[in-house]
């Protein structure tokens, strides 16, 4: 810092650096409540007690990426989160045109980049794993849910072939 008028900064400076050390944190969420089923509309844990759990939802997953083994114990350990949904935006047009625009026009998001999609989902459930909370997978759709249906059932039966036996994957 200067209080010299005249000075002129040279260069960019060095890179910033990135402390990419995974959170430790481990919540004992899933360990107490298990696996966790519906009954008469009441979300119910593996003893058959009703339950409500805090969480939280993220925003696009293709604008703000799930960092590994950070942002969902992160959630955990300083906000309370017993549960995340991170949210699987499929289509999202710009300015949210849904009239007068290419179909091939998507800011991002499954519809543009399915595997990377699909890669933040799946990491964001090894995450709740490791954070010791649920996570609730979503099929994020803006305009006309019945443009993807088909989609959508593939997409929750790989999900769910890929997950099955984790009590933390809603």
Do not use: C
Request: hydrophobic share 40%; aromatic share 12%; glycine share 8%.
């Amino acid at each position: 810092l200067t209080d010299d008028q005249s000075f002129v900064p040279v260069g960019l400076g060095g890179d910033e650096p990135i402390m990419a050390l995974p959170n430790p944190y481990m919540a004992n969420t899933v360990e107490i409540n298990g696996q966790l089923s519906v009954t008469n509309g009441q979300l119910q844990n593996a003893a058959g007690q009703t339950l409500q759990l805090q969480g939280v939802s993220t925003h696009g997953l293709q604008w703000f990426p799930i960092f590994d083994d950070n942002t969902i114990a992160y959630l955990a350990e300083y906000f309370g989160a017993e549960v995340v949904r991170p949210a699987n935006y499929i289509e999202d047009y710009p300015n949210g045109a849904v009239t007068d625009h290419d179909p091939n026009d998507y800011w991002g998001g499954w519809r543009a980049e399915p595997e990377y999609m699909e890669a933040q989902v799946n990491q964001a459930v090894e995450d709740a794993v490791n954070a010791g909370v649920y996570v609730h997978s979503s099929w994020h759709i803006h305009h006309v849910p019945q443009d993807f249906t088909s989609e959508a059932i593939d997409f929750f039966v790989r999900l769910s072939a890929l997950h099955a036996g984790k009590p933390h994957f809603m």
